[in-house]
T-cell receptor, first 110, second 114 residues
Framework: SQQGEEDPQALSIQEGENATMNCSYK?????LQWYRQNSGRGLVHLIL?????REKHSGRLRVTLDTSKKSSSLLITASRAADTASYFC??????????FGTGTRLQVFP | DSGVTQTPKHLITATGQRVTLRCSPR?????VYWYQQSLDQGLQFLIQ???????AKGNILERFSAQQFPDLHSELNLSSLELGDSALYFC?????????????FGSGTRLTVV
């Protein structure tokens, strides 16, 4: 079963633009993580935000978390063609296993 | 190279057959997780092992089984294969069996059942 739902399912932008994708989840969490997957490849961990944090930055990535709304957003600033990938949020609702959302497919055109 | 090694990368087999997928976790990681990724089901958690013991079970079919060996590598066994088992199978590892520091994923095994 999916814990998270990403929105939008797909996003197309031009290089240099910002990309924002959202994640909603269903139950309380300890932390929320974002991963990137290039086509057919393994997932790569991007950033983790704990339930007591509201915002976190890493390079061109900015993640926000609103536990009252059970939602998170990932902002990629000044997008590059190399950012083209699928992006997944993941939550650890119970035990330590991560449950992944449905993903957002991002296409960045040069 | 993420440090998590999965073999084989590609596997084509017939319905009814049995296959074994292998995973070596990143050095120092004690926990191994198996996920199945298909177009219609997304990324589904199958099973987790920590230091040789099963810790959590997800949507794993009875035809599937896994184990983690003393050297911490893990194997996922898929039997009586059906067309619907065609998918990407990922292994991930983490420090001390917790998600606190994120998972490191392997590059996956693409299974095609014909």
């Amino acid at each position: 079963s999916q814990q998270g739902e990403e929105d939008p399912q797909a996003l197309s932008i031009q290089e240099g633009e910002n990309a924002t994708m959202n994640c909603s989840y269903k139950t309380s969490i300890n932390n929320l993580q974002w991963y990137r997957q290039n086509s057919g490849r393994g997932l790569v961990h991007l950033i983790l935000i704990r339930s007591n944090e509201r915002e976190k930055h890493s390079g061109r990535l900015r993640v926000t978390l609103d536990t009252s709304k059970k939602s998170s957003s990932l902002l990629i600033t000044a997008s590059r063609a190399a950012d083209t990938a699928s992006y997944f949020c993941a939550t650890d609702a119970d035990t330590d296993k991560l449950i992944f959302g449905t993903g957002t497919r991002l296409q960045v055109f040069p | 190279d993420s440090g998590v090694t999965q073999t084989p990368k590609h596997l084509i087999t017939a319905t009814g057959q049995r296959v074994t997928l292998r995973c070596s976790p990143r050095s120092g990681d004690l926990s191994v997780y198996w996920y199945q990724q298909s177009l219609d089901q997304g990324l589904q958690f199958l099973i987790q092992y920590y230091n040789g013991e099963e810790r959590a079970k997800g949507n794993i079919l009875e035809r599937f089984s896994a184990q983690q060996f003393p050297d911490l590598h893990s194997e996922l066994n898929l039997s009586s294969l059906e067309l619907g088992d065609s998918a990407l199978y990922f292994c991930a590892s983490s420090v001390q069996g917790r998600s606190t520091y994120g998972y490191t994923f392997g590059s996956g095994t693409r299974l095609t059942v014909v």
